[in-house]
Structure formats: structure tokens, C-alpha cells
């Protein structure tokens, strides 16, 4: 199976860093196609050409924010363009996995290969996360009966975007398969998860879900003082 690998991005001074980062994680995974997606208007043409440089398969396009409303929701509408941009470019007899990486979290290789054979639904602890050194879900026998999560009792299924992946052909079953950008904060992958998905259907990867190979990183804000337009950051 390919794996679509779905990124939300915008313009501020550590974004080509971030990308530069993420690039050199995801050339070394085969079978990959990498959708970008800038948060504005129109698509810059500096990042595009560094995309092309990277020698990874990619799709760059841009999608601005399609309301207001949604401020507190990074990346949703931009996500939702690129599912719809899967489901008008993928063949949905060809197998496929999607998942969601923004760019500024850090990836293990291993991961991706263990994520290529999701049949449906699966999950893996994601470090760094929800307040805590990590966010789990909690097996018994091999199957989820709880997580270890903020607001666990209150979601469903409480999970950063970085701890799952999803068959594509979820796109075409339960269709639309969509992010809702009206959901409270926090409520996003879950309100995502909850369209398709029951707990019995969970896939445990990451031996099972003992091993952090994800982590929501966030990268500092630079406090620059002076800005030296010259280059390209
Ligand atoms: C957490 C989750 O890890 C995100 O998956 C979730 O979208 C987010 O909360 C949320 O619900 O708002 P967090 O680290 O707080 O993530 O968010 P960011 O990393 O700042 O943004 C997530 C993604 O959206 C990144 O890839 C970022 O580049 C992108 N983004 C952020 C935009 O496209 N536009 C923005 O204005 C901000
Ligand atoms: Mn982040």
C-alpha cells in the first residue's frame, strides 16, 4: 500500500525548517506521496521548488481558512482539501493508508512501516502529548479498553492527530469523512475517528503500544530582533 501522508503548513519564520526537517524523515520511506497543504490563499513558490528538490513524491497546494469560526482548529480545513484531493486522485481499488502529520512533530522511520498495513484503524502512543510524557491506548488481551489520555472520559477517542493512521478506504465507506471545524477544541480527531470507527476495530502497532515512535514536539517561537530580508529563511 501507498501511504498519504497529510501535512497542514503555514508561513512563519521556522516553516522552512520544520519542512526541511520532516523532508528528510519522509524521503528516506518508500511508497509515499506527501500532500502539503499551505494555510493562505496561494501556494509559495520558494516552498514549492524546495518540495521538488527533496526528491519525495508530493502534491503542494493551497487552502485559506474557510471561516472564522474555526481559529481554534489548526489545519482542519486544510486537511479536509487534501482528503477531498485523495478522493479525486486515488484510485480507491488501489490499496492506500492516510495519516495526518503536521509538520512540526517528529517522526521514527519505523512507524511508517508498521502503519503501511492499517486495515482499518490503527493507533499508537504518541509522546509529548496532552499534558503528559505521552498519550496511550490501554490493551488488554490485544484490544483497547482504555486510554491514557487528557480528557479521556469525555472523548471517545482521545488521540492526537500523530497516534493513528486510516485505510483510504474509509474515504469511500463512510462518506464524508471529514473534519468538523465547528467541534469544541480537542474534539477534532476524535469527532474524525467516531464516523468510521469502534474500539474493537483498533489496530495496536508499536509493539503493541508499548513503544513511543511519534512525538508532539512544538517548536519555540524564535525571538528574533532584526530581520535581515536577504535570504530566504
Ligand atoms: C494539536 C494537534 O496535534 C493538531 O493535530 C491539531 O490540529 C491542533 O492541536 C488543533 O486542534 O488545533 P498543535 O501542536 O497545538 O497541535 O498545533 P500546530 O502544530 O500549531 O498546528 C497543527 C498543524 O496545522 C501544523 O502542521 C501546522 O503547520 C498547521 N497550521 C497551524 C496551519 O496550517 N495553520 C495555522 O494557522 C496553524
Ligand atoms: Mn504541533
Redesign the pocket.
Known sequence: PIIFII????YRLVQKAELTRMANTLRLVKQLHWIIVE?FEVINLKTQEFFQSTGVSFTYFAQSKRSETNN?????D?RNAALDWIMVNHNPSMPAVIY?A???NAYSLEIFQQMRYTKKLSMWPVGLSGGRTYETPILKDGKVIKFLAWKAEKRKFPI???GFALNANVLWTYKPMRFSTDAD??M?ETKLLERCCTWAEIEPLADNCTKILVW?T?TEKPKVRMFDNVLEV
Open positions: 501535512t497542514p503548513t503555514y494555510d481554534h482548529h489548526r489545519g482542519a486544510q495526518f503536521d509538520d512540526d492526537d492527530m500523530a477544541p480537542g477534532l508532539h512544538r
